[in-house]
């Protein structure tokens, strides 16, 4: 039972590359989220998703984009990094709406230089 | 104000002692309230879950929720140091989106 998970564990990118965070859940659930983690900031959720083909934004979407084709999978595009990207992004996933938590991945630890 | 608000700590405490962490929160409208653990450089995990005021307890911890004055507690007891971690706070109105605290840093000295 995976759970929730995110590939890669860390990347390093050059201003002005793009990439694309993965994540995949095989709990079957509809809601999937996608956070950032600064130090001392706590998480700021970037977008969010409540079923296949529906996403919405979150608090910090600005250069980010999501789809959401499957039931199972909520990957994260970044296009022209730059430095103030620089973050931990977690991806979690709930099975309904308020009273379970989420299930968060493991994270993905990128670096814009 | 912002909606959610914890003392980032750091927090040291010896082992074997009561631990007290606090949140407190603006919004009248939240009525689940969880509390993440969160180990250095891995995502966060469901520690306790309570729904509206009172207490839950859940072996050495125990989360309490008092909605009047906007409040929130977790408690351990016989701290460890494997308690050593993050704890975030997050209150939730029933929607399926969280506001999460910024964390209090917990160091549990042996």
């Not at chain 1, 600064?38 to 959720?45: E, R």
């Not at chain 2, 029933?94 to 000295?109: A, D, E, M, P």
């Amino acid at each position: 039972n995976a759970g929730v998970t995110q590939t890669p564990k860390f990347r390093i990118l050059k201003i002005g590359q793009s990439m694309t965070l993965q994540c995949t859940q095989d709990m079957n659930h509809n809601y999937m989220y996608w956070y950032r983690q600064d130090p001392g900031m706590g998480l700021k959720l970037i977008y969010y998703s409540v079923g296949a083909g529906i996403t919405d934004k979150g608090e910090v979407p600005n250069g980010y984009n999501v789809s959401r084709s499957t039931t199972e999978d909520f990957p994260l595009r970044l296009e022209l990094a730059a430095p103030s990207q620089t973050s931990v992004y977690f991806c979690a996933s709930t099975q309904e709406t308020g009273a379970y938590g989420y299930t968060f991945g493991s994270g993905t630890r990128l670096t814009v230089v | 104000q912002k909606e959610v608000e914890q003392d980032p700590g750091p927090l040291s405490v010896p082992e074997g002692a009561i631990v007290s962490l606090n949140c407190t929160y603006s919004n009248s409208a939240f009525q689940y309230f969880m509390w993440y653990r969160q180990y250095s450089r891995k995502g966060p995990e469901l520690l306790m879950y309570t729904y509206s005021s009172g207490n839950k307890e859940d072996g050495r911890f125990t989360a309490q929720v008092d909605k009047s004055s906007k409040y929130i507690s977790l408690f351990i007891r016989d701290s460890q140091p494997s308690d050593s971690a993050t704890y975030l706070c997050a209150p939730s109105s029933g929607t399926y989106k969280y506001i999460f605290g910024t964390g209090t840093r917990l160091k549990v000295l042996a």
